[in-house]
Protein backbone atom coordinates (compact mmCIF):
# COMPACT_ATOMS: atom_id res chain seq x y z
CA UNK A 1 0.00 0.00 0.00
CA UNK A 2 2.70 2.07 0.86
CA UNK A 3 4.59 1.23 -2.48
CA UNK A 4 1.44 2.02 -4.29
CA UNK A 5 1.07 5.48 -2.66
CA UNK A 6 4.97 6.27 -3.51
CA UNK A 7 4.54 5.49 -6.95
CA UNK A 8 1.65 7.34 -7.67
CA UNK A 9 3.55 10.64 -5.46
CA UNK A 10 6.72 10.06 -8.30
CA UNK A 11 4.12 9.62 -11.29
CA UNK A 12 2.24 13.00 -10.01
CA UNK A 13 5.82 14.83 -9.89
CA UNK A 14 7.07 12.88 -12.93
CA UNK A 15 4.49 14.29 -14.89
CA UNK A 16 3.86 17.81 -13.44
CA UNK A 17 7.37 18.11 -14.58
CA UNK A 18 7.21 17.24 -17.78
CA UNK A 19 4.04 19.63 -18.32
CA UNK A 20 6.05 22.40 -16.71
CA UNK A 21 9.02 21.87 -19.05
CA UNK A 22 6.74 21.45 -22.34
CA UNK A 23 5.14 24.91 -20.77
CA UNK A 24 8.29 26.64 -20.26
CA UNK A 25 9.80 25.07 -23.90
CA UNK A 26 6.95 26.29 -25.77
CA UNK A 27 6.93 29.83 -24.30
CA UNK A 28 10.61 30.39 -24.50
CA UNK A 29 10.19 28.92 -28.44
CA UNK A 30 7.83 31.91 -29.69
CA UNK A 31 10.15 34.97 -29.16
CA UNK A 32 12.55 33.74 -31.44
CA UNK A 33 9.44 34.43 -33.84
CA UNK A 34 9.15 37.68 -32.68
CA UNK A 35 12.38 38.68 -33.76
CA UNK A 36 11.11 37.53 -37.80
CA UNK A 37 8.21 39.96 -37.82
CA UNK A 38 7.96 43.77 -37.41
CA UNK A 39 7.46 45.21 -33.68
CA UNK A 40 7.28 41.18 -32.80
CA UNK A 41 7.55 41.96 -29.10
CA UNK A 42 5.06 45.22 -29.29
CA UNK A 43 2.17 43.93 -30.76
CA UNK A 44 -0.91 44.90 -29.10
CA UNK A 45 -3.50 42.76 -27.08
CA UNK A 46 -6.92 43.90 -28.66
CA UNK A 47 -8.34 42.21 -25.39
CA UNK A 48 -6.35 44.22 -22.91
CA UNK A 49 -5.57 47.74 -24.28
CA UNK A 50 -2.00 48.39 -22.85
CA UNK A 51 -0.31 45.08 -23.04
CA UNK A 52 0.96 43.36 -26.14
CA UNK A 53 0.24 40.18 -27.06
CA UNK A 54 3.57 38.12 -27.36
CA UNK A 55 2.50 35.09 -29.00
CA UNK A 56 1.68 37.02 -32.04
CA UNK A 57 0.58 33.86 -34.51
CA UNK A 58 -1.08 31.69 -31.55
CA UNK A 59 -4.99 32.16 -30.38
CA UNK A 60 -3.39 32.91 -27.07
CA UNK A 61 -1.31 35.77 -25.54
CA UNK A 62 1.65 33.34 -24.82
CA UNK A 63 1.68 31.47 -27.26
CA UNK A 64 1.73 27.49 -27.31
CA UNK A 65 -2.16 27.25 -28.21
CA UNK A 66 -3.14 26.59 -32.23
CA UNK A 67 -2.18 29.66 -34.68
CA UNK A 68 -4.21 32.23 -35.68
CA UNK A 69 -5.00 33.22 -39.25
CA UNK A 70 -1.32 35.03 -39.17
CA UNK A 71 0.25 32.36 -38.04
CA UNK A 72 -0.97 29.83 -40.35
CA UNK A 73 0.17 32.49 -42.99
CA UNK A 74 3.75 32.70 -41.48
CA UNK A 75 4.56 29.08 -41.49
CA UNK A 76 3.28 28.76 -44.98
CA UNK A 77 5.94 31.34 -46.18
CA UNK A 78 8.73 29.54 -44.44
CA UNK A 79 8.75 31.56 -41.54
CA UNK A 80 9.88 34.87 -42.91
CA UNK A 81 8.54 38.61 -43.73
CA UNK A 82 7.67 38.45 -47.05
CA UNK A 83 6.63 41.50 -49.55
CA UNK A 84 3.60 39.49 -49.92
CA UNK A 85 2.78 38.60 -46.52
CA UNK A 86 3.03 42.16 -45.79
CA UNK A 87 0.58 43.44 -48.15
CA UNK A 88 -1.30 40.35 -46.91
CA UNK A 89 -4.58 40.88 -44.65
CA UNK A 90 -4.36 37.83 -42.75
CA UNK A 91 -7.14 38.30 -40.09
CA UNK A 92 -9.87 40.03 -42.73
CA UNK A 93 -10.00 43.35 -41.21
CA UNK A 94 -9.01 45.94 -44.07
CA UNK A 95 -5.75 46.84 -43.10
CA UNK A 96 -2.64 44.82 -44.82
CA UNK A 97 -0.18 42.79 -42.06
CA UNK A 98 2.48 45.55 -42.65
CA UNK A 99 -0.22 48.10 -41.93
CA UNK A 100 -0.95 46.82 -38.50
CA UNK A 101 2.70 45.59 -37.85
CA UNK A 102 4.04 49.19 -38.27
CA UNK A 103 6.20 48.21 -41.63
CA UNK A 104 3.28 49.88 -44.33
CA UNK A 105 6.01 49.59 -47.17
CA UNK A 106 6.99 46.51 -46.29
CA UNK A 107 10.39 47.35 -46.47
CA UNK A 108 11.05 46.10 -42.77
CA UNK A 109 13.74 43.42 -42.57
CA UNK A 110 14.71 41.50 -39.33
CA UNK A 111 17.38 43.67 -36.90
CA UNK A 112 16.35 47.10 -38.41
CA UNK A 113 14.12 49.23 -35.51
CA UNK A 114 10.54 50.71 -37.01
CA UNK A 115 10.22 54.18 -36.79
CA UNK A 116 6.19 53.29 -35.96
CA UNK A 117 4.37 50.89 -33.85
CA UNK A 118 2.24 47.73 -34.63
CA UNK A 119 -1.29 49.61 -34.25
CA UNK A 120 -3.13 46.16 -34.31
CA UNK A 121 -2.78 42.80 -34.55
CA UNK A 122 -2.41 41.11 -37.45
CA UNK A 123 -4.16 37.56 -36.85
CA UNK A 124 -6.94 39.00 -34.89
CA UNK A 125 -9.85 40.91 -37.08
CA UNK A 126 -10.83 44.62 -35.11
CA UNK A 127 -12.73 46.74 -33.94
CA UNK A 128 -13.58 43.31 -31.93
CA UNK A 129 -17.34 44.55 -32.03
CA UNK A 130 -17.92 45.20 -35.72
CA UNK A 131 -20.20 42.34 -36.65
CA UNK A 132 -17.80 41.88 -39.44
CA UNK A 133 -14.36 40.87 -36.92
CA UNK A 134 -17.22 38.83 -34.27
CA UNK A 135 -17.96 36.59 -37.20
CA UNK A 136 -13.96 36.24 -38.27
CA UNK A 137 -13.05 35.88 -34.30
CA UNK A 138 -15.08 33.52 -33.25
CA UNK A 139 -12.06 31.76 -31.50
CA UNK A 140 -11.71 34.94 -29.61
CA UNK A 141 -12.33 34.72 -25.76
CA UNK A 142 -11.82 38.44 -24.36
CA UNK A 143 -15.03 37.56 -21.71
CA UNK A 144 -13.69 37.82 -17.72
CA UNK A 145 -10.18 37.81 -16.83
CA UNK A 146 -7.14 37.83 -19.63
CA UNK A 147 -6.33 34.31 -17.72
CA UNK A 148 -9.41 32.79 -18.16
CA UNK A 149 -9.27 33.64 -21.74
CA UNK A 150 -5.80 32.00 -21.97
CA UNK A 151 -7.17 28.74 -20.22
CA UNK A 152 -10.29 28.25 -22.42
CA UNK A 153 -8.22 28.52 -25.55
CA UNK A 154 -4.94 26.38 -23.84
CA UNK A 155 -7.72 23.97 -22.75
CA UNK A 156 -9.29 23.75 -26.27
CA UNK A 157 -5.47 23.25 -27.96
CA UNK A 158 -4.53 20.52 -25.59
CA UNK A 159 -8.18 18.78 -26.04
CA UNK A 160 -8.01 18.55 -29.77
CA UNK A 161 -4.07 17.72 -29.94
CA UNK A 162 -3.33 15.78 -27.51
CA UNK A 163 -4.11 11.96 -26.90
CA UNK A 164 -4.14 10.87 -22.99
CA UNK A 165 -4.05 7.22 -23.51
CA UNK A 166 -2.58 6.00 -19.88
CA UNK A 167 -5.78 7.97 -18.05
Known amino acids: DIL ?4 LVYLGVGLVSVLLLTILDVSAAYRSFQTLIPNGARVPDPCTP ?4 PGVGHVTP ?7 SFGRRFIEVGKT ?16 NGQELGDPDCSWTPGKMLP ?3 VSHPGICEPL ?5 Q ?10 TVREAQELAMCGHIAKNCEWDYL
Open 4 to 7: CHTM
Open 116 to 118: ALA
Open 50 to 53: GTVW
Open 81 to 96: WTKALCQEDSDGDGRS
Open 129 to 133: HSPRC
Open 62 to 68: EGGSDLN
Open 135 to 144: EMNTWLRCTG
